[in-house]
């Protein structure tokens, strides 16, 4: 699914940094304004360990004034 998301956007002129991680564990060393989890993304999430490691990291690259967006 990434090769086939990275192969539409250079086809459309989009410039991406793609990065590739467990959801439970990564630094990308910066904060964000937004951060979004699309197309029930959580379910992949299947204990509420996992999804409490999520949440950290998530927290913890999120701006002062940061929103997690989910569906």
């Known amino acids: ?4 998301a990275k192969r539409k956007a250079e ?5 991406i940094n793609w ?3 467990d959801g439970r564990n990564f630094d990308l060393g910066r904060r964000f304004a937004l951060i979004i989890t699309p ?3 959580l ?3 299947r204990d509420t360990a996992a999804l409490g490691q999520l949440f950290r990291c ?3 690259h999120l701006g002062d ?7």
């Open 19 to 21: 990065v590739e991680a």
């Open 39 to 41: 197309f029930n993304t």
């Open 11 to 15: 086809s459309q002129g989009f410039r």
């Open 58 to 60: 998530v927290k913890s």
């Open 43 to 45: 379910q992949f999430f």
């Open 65 to 71: 004034e940061g929103r997690f967006v989910f569906d």
């Open 1 to 4: 699914m990434l090769q086939e």
